[in-house]
């Protein structure tokens, strides 16, 4: 049983109030969407309550937020080139399929809903979109081609490899383009929410495909080239 199954790990969110857990746990709003719980307007409600309010089931919520939190996978040996896919896969991967619609769908929001604001992060829908897009395809590609290529042991792989740290460089252009549409994740004073929300979940976006990039580049990549 972990900590967030018992009375007092279902009180760390419960008692929470719902606006502080949009801003403080990337993913979060998804979760609370998933469960029609209001993060901006009634952001200052205890979880709690507002679940309450809705007649959502708290435990469920608190389950999904708390595998939010959770992060405990270990980075594999250098070595165990097996052991490094599997945890690009679960940890990357998946990751950003599963944080990237969210963050588009809160960017388009706060461009809506305060377009009009000299710091908005006017664009940052479409990077975001585009990104997605590319990322996926880019991903596809390692999940069908070279990472199979690499558990056979096929140990001279320079080509593919070659696409792949070409197609990465791209991704950076990205990120460049990201901080830039958010003025480097600086909020202005009194951003509601979804604002704070989708710095957050974009910022740490940004930390883990720079993470993601370095292990497949620094780390993987080099076992298969001469």
């Not at 829908?125 to 996926?136: F, P, T, V, Y």
């Not at 056979?152 to 991704?171: C, F, N, W, Y």
């Not at 009194?190 to 974009?202: D, K, N, Q, V």
């Not at 990039?213 to 298969?224: A, D, G, T, W």
Request: aromatic share 4%; proline share 5%.
């Amino acid at each position: 049983m972990t900590t967030q199954d018992t009375p007092q790990g279902h009180a760390v969110f419960a008692d929470r109030l719902v606006g502080e857990l949009a801003m403080s746990i990337p993913g979060a709003t998804r979760v609370l969407r998933k469960y029609r719980v209001n993060f901006c307007c009634n952001g200052n409600t205890p979880l709690a309550e507002a679940a309450a309010k809705r007649g959502a089931d708290i435990d469920a919520i608190t389950r999904d937020l708390a595998e939010l939190e959770l992060d405990s996978v270990a980075l594999p040996a250098a070595d165990d080139v097996n052991g490094l896919i599997s945890f690009i896969l679960s940890r990357y991967h998946e990751t950003h399929r599963h944080e990237l619609p969210e963050l588009i769908l809160l960017a388009r929001k706060v461009e809506a809903v305060h377009g009009d604001h000299p710091d908005a992060p006017h664009g940052l829908a479409d990077i975001l979109d585009e990104m997605a897009q590319d990322l996926d395809a880019h991903m596809c590609k390692e999940e069908m081609i070279l990472f199979p290529a690499m558990q056979e042991k096929v140990m001279t792989l320079e080509g593919p490899i070659a696409q792949m740290r070409h197609e990465h460089s791209d991704h950076g252009e990205h990120l460049h383009r990201i901080e830039a549409a958010t003025h480097n994740f600086t909020l202005p004073d009194g951003a509601c929410g979804s604002w704070r929300a989708l710095y957050l979940g974009t910022s740490k976006l940004v930390e883990d495909l720079v993470a993601h990039i370095h292990l497949e580049n620094n780390v993987l990549f080099p076992r298969f080239e001469s």
